[in-house]
């Protein structure tokens, strides 16, 4: 019995292990481009934003009830910045399998009764958000272009400090980053706590 509990725990640190040992972007890295299936049925890269002065990455689902909570933000910040040069770009990464409620057909709803203005895709291996070393939903990802004109990781965290009330926010970390940047002045908290659900990672 004891043998069975540590063969079946070490399979389980291997399999963390393969989850979040990879390296993921830090802070200053430039990011690979990607390509990506939106619920409008079209797909999503950074190439479709060439002219932005940077991207809001949020890692969000439909089943989460802290994505839930801060989807109105989530527009807010694309209603705010998309027109000064920073757009949405919200990513699901959940396994449907593991959470059939985050299915494509259930994104293309939740996009659809939420009024979506940014583009909403799923990211069907996992790929892009081990890349990102993204763990919960939701959680957010600046990037902002470098002198070299690639995209690179500005800031990675939670959206504010206020999950469940936004009347209640002291800290708009998000926000307060993009208008640092907006302005050419350093971003002075560059990761933060998300707090959410954690991403439903295949097994296989």
Same mark, same amino acid.
């Given at each position: 019995?004891?043998?069975?509990?540590?063969?079946? =725990?070490?399979?389980?640190?291997?399999?963390?292990?393969?989850?979040?040992? *990879?390296?993921?972007?830090?802070?200053?890295?430039?990011?690979?481009?990607?390509?990506?299936?939106?619920?409008? $049925?079209?797909?999503?890269?950074?190439? $479709?934003?060439?002219?932005?002065?940077?991207?809001?990455?949020?890692?969000?689902?439909?089943?989460?009830?802290?994505?839930?909570?801060?989807?109105?933000?989530?527009?807010?910040?694309? $209603?705010?910045?998309?027109?000064?040069?920073? !757009?949405?770009?919200?990513?699901?990464?959940?396994?449907?399998?593991?959470? !059939?409620?985050?299915?494509?057909?259930?994104? *293309?709803?939740?996009?659809?009764?939420?009024?979506?203005? =940014?583009?909403?895709?799923?990211?069907?291996?996992?790929?892009?958000?081990?890349?990102?070393?993204?763990?919960?939903?939701?959680?957010?990802?600046?990037?902002?272009?470098?002198?070299?004109?690639?995209?690179?990781?500005?800031?990675?965290?939670?959206?504010?400090?206020?999950?469940?009330?936004?009347?209640?926010?002291?800290?708009?970390?998000?926000?307060?980053?993009?208008?640092?940047?907006?302005?050419?002045?350093?971003?002075?908290?560059?990761?933060?706590?998300?707090?959410?659900?954690?991403?439903?990672?295949?097994?296989?």
């Amino acid at each position: 019995m004891i043998r069975t509990k540590l063969t079946l =725990f070490l399979l389980i640190l291997g399999f963390s292990s393969s989850v979040f040992g *990879q390296a993921a972007y830090e802070i200053g890295s430039p990011v690979a481009d990607f390509s990506l299936k939106s619920t409008e $049925n079209t797909m999503v890269s950074m190439e $479709n934003y060439e002219d932005a002065k940077g991207i809001i990455l949020a890692f969000t689902c439909n089943t989460c009830p802290w994505a839930k909570l801060y989807e109105s933000r989530l527009i807010e910040l694309h $209603n705010e910045f998309a027109p000064k040069g920073y !757009p949405v770009i919200a990513i699901n990464p959940n396994d449907p399998e593991v959470k !059939p409620g985050d299915s494509f057909e259930a994104m *293309q709803t939740r996009a659809a009764d939420k009024g979506f203005p =940014f583009a909403y895709v799923v990211d069907p291996n996992q790929e892009i958000t081990r890349m990102y070393g993204a763990t919960r939903t939701p959680e957010l990802v600046i990037l902002q272009r470098n002198a070299e004109g690639q995209l690179a990781v500005a800031y990675k965290g939670a959206i504010d400090d206020s999950p469940r009330d936004a009347s209640a926010v002291n800290k708009p970390y998000v926000a307060t980053a993009i208008n640092a940047l907006l302005k050419g002045e350093k971003v002075e908290v560059t990761t933060t706590k998300a707090i959410g659900c954690s991403i439903k990672w295949s097994p296989s």
